[in-house]
């Protein structure tokens, strides 16, 4: 694909290659061009972050503007960090669902309202994720509120502490949001 060939509102990995085509190297991040003429870009996310357990292939930049809506019905309501995981059960009593694990400086009076608000935005933004939601495959999702400094004691404990190093916003297996629960 070259440039001449992309289009406005699709996602993109960037790769970086020489004008041989010889080698080429994935720098891991997406990016959506807003307009052709000139090119312009905004990044929207990293390769490896997304969230496809049930198939609803949901990207950082999906959960990053339902958290903002949800903030916004919520305006007492401060994040300072989060990340989705899938809850994946065979048990119909405790059914599939994502978990959205969140550090608050200012957590909204009604939980249950933001949380709502939270799986209506992102029903919203992904089509997949709200069929799956229409057909009870998933259920509204769980919100688990952690105490202030929980990601950064967590990434501390993994070596992870510092500028270069993010908090992954989604992840497909339960690795980051047990070692956060675990630190609770």
């Known amino acids: 694909l070259t440039i001449a060939e992309v289009e406005v509102d699709k996602q993109y990995a960037v790769v ?16 959506r061009f807003v307009d052709l003429r000139p090119h312009r870009v905004v990044v929207t996310g990293r390769i490896k972050h997304f969230l496809s357990a049930f198939g609803e292939h949901v990207i950082g930049e999906e959960v990053e503007a339902a958290l903002r809506e949800a903030v916004r019905q919520h305006p007492e309501t401060e994040v300072t960090e989060f990340t989705v ?3 994946v059960s065979d048990d119909p009593s405790q059914p599939s669902r994502h978990e959205w694990l969140v550090e608050f ?21 992904n089509t997949y994720y ?10 509204p999702l ?22 270069q190093n993010k ?17 609770l």
């Open 167 to 183: 908090v992954p916003r989604l992840g497909n297996d339960r690795g980051l949001a047990e070692g956060l629960l675990k630190m």
């Open 16 to 31: 970086l290659t020489s004008n041989a085509g010889l080698w080429a190297y994935s720098l891991g991040d997406t990016v």
């Open 85 to 87: 995981a899938p809850l």
């Open 142 to 163: 769980l919100l688990t509120v952690l105490p202030a400094g929980a990601f950064q004691r967590y990434m501390k404990s993994v070596g992870k502490l510092g500028g």
């Open 105 to 125: 400086a200012q957590p909204p009076r009604a939980a249950a309202s933001f949380a709502a608000a939270l799986d209506t935005a992102l029903r919203q933004r």
């Open 130 to 139: 709200d069929d799956l939601r229409q057909g009870n495959i998933l259920v």
